[in-house]
């Protein structure tokens, strides 16, 4: 089992940027295949973006594409989501996720753990 713990979030004008960290607990942090989601009000909770074990393959929504960047570093247990050029439309709470699988699954009904989430307010 791999405990996960997001921080970085916050309030931003539109335009900023945030960095995003998920630490996760446990030795076998190599072995998971990270994702970054959001749920904002009222809505279902979305893919952002996924990263293979190795950190060799990313994936995004195409609603960030281009303006995110989804990293990890398994010598710290750390997956990063950089967000740049953030819009009003990004606010939402984000929740780091971890799979043992292959590929890049983007379906929230793939991942196994999550974490609390953090919120990200983009202000106009």
Known sequence: QVQLVESGGGLVQAGGSLRLSCEASGRTFSTYVM???????????????????????????????????????????TVYLQM???KPDDTAVYYCAAVNADGGPSSVY???????????????
């Open 84 to 86: 740049d050029s953030l």
């Open 35 to 77: 994702g970054w989601f959001r749920q904002a009000p009222g809505k279902e909770r979305e893919f952002v973006a996924t990263i293979t074990r190795r950190g060799v393959t990313t994936y995004y929504a195409d609603s960030v594409k281009g303006r995110f960047t989804i990293s990890r570093n398994n010598a710290k247990n």
């Open 110 to 124: 793939e991942y196994a753990y999550w974490g609390q989430g953090t919120q990200v307010t983009v202000s106009s």
